[in-house]
């Protein structure tokens, strides 16, 4: 990879960090706002709590966007990026442009997405009786 490529790369990675590090941080004891008895209804509560896991649920979304960017940073540092993890072989310049914090190449992703796909649907390995 070029270093024209490789620094647009870092750039963008970059700026994605700077933007989720700049938005608000999900802070819940300072978003949940005391409720006296007047506002405590069934149906407000159910929608604070919706609300809130929302919140936590995109949090936790940037965080692991954030752990990528910070994984593939440190991987250009240490002059190991654009190898896929699983197989070793060179991520396709392509690939790293969409996806810049790509660790693996596509076709170990696939694998990768069948594998947690089976794992959530409970199609684990068969347990012998």
Known sequence: MDGDTLNRIRQSLLARRDQLGVGETFDRERDMKPMNENQAEIVDMAQALEQL???QSLAEQERKELIAIERALAKMASGNFGTCEDCEEEIPQRRLTVLPEAR????????????????MRGGGAAVAR
């Open 104 to 119: 693996l190449c596509a076709k170990c992703q696939e694998i990768e997405e069948r594998q947690q796909s089976r794992v």
């Open 53 to 55: 896991e929302r919140e």
